[in-house]
Nanobody
Framework: QVQLVESGGGLVQAGGSLRLSCAASGRTFSLYAMGWFRQAPGKERESVAALSGGGSMTDYADSVKGRFTISRDNAKNTVYLQMNSLKPEDTAVYYC???????????????WSQGTQVTVSS
């Protein structure tokens, strides 16, 4: 029912920045909590960031605190992940996710995107 299409991935050198965008279909975007998770080769999925529907609550994985920022523009049905000071360890496929209930990093998405590759070279 809800489609999430993300963009902004690519190849960047260590220390650089990328901004991921995730556009959602539907007219009830503001009612959904949003999040970002990632999966690197040979590793389990890791929840990176979460944001409540109204934007009042956020949570970040310890590995990205101070470097990544999640935000949303409900008027544009879009959620963003600003990634600064990127490290090779951040290399992964990144996904955005939507859920009607905010659970912080323990979210259980009702919908998720196709994923976009982020590669950080050393």
């Amino acid at each position: 029912q809800v489609q999430l299409v993300e963009s902004g991935g690519g190849l960047v050198q260590a220390g650089g920045s990328l901004r991921l965008s995730c556009a959602a279909s539907g007219r009830t975007f503001s009612l959904y909590a949003m999040g970002w998770f990632r999966q690197a080769p040979g590793k389990e999925r890791e929840s990176v960031a979460a944001l409540s529907g109204g934007g009042s609550m956020t949570d970040y994985a310890d590995s990205v605190k101070g470097r990544f920022t999640i935000s949303r523009d409900n008027a544009k049905n879009t959620v963003y992940l600003q990634m600064n000071s990127l490290k090779p360890e951040d290399t992964a496929v990144y996904y955005c996710a939507a859920e009607r209930l905010y659970r912080g990093l323990r979210y259980r998405p009702d919908y998720w995107s196709q994923g976009t590759q982020v590669t950080v070279s050393s």
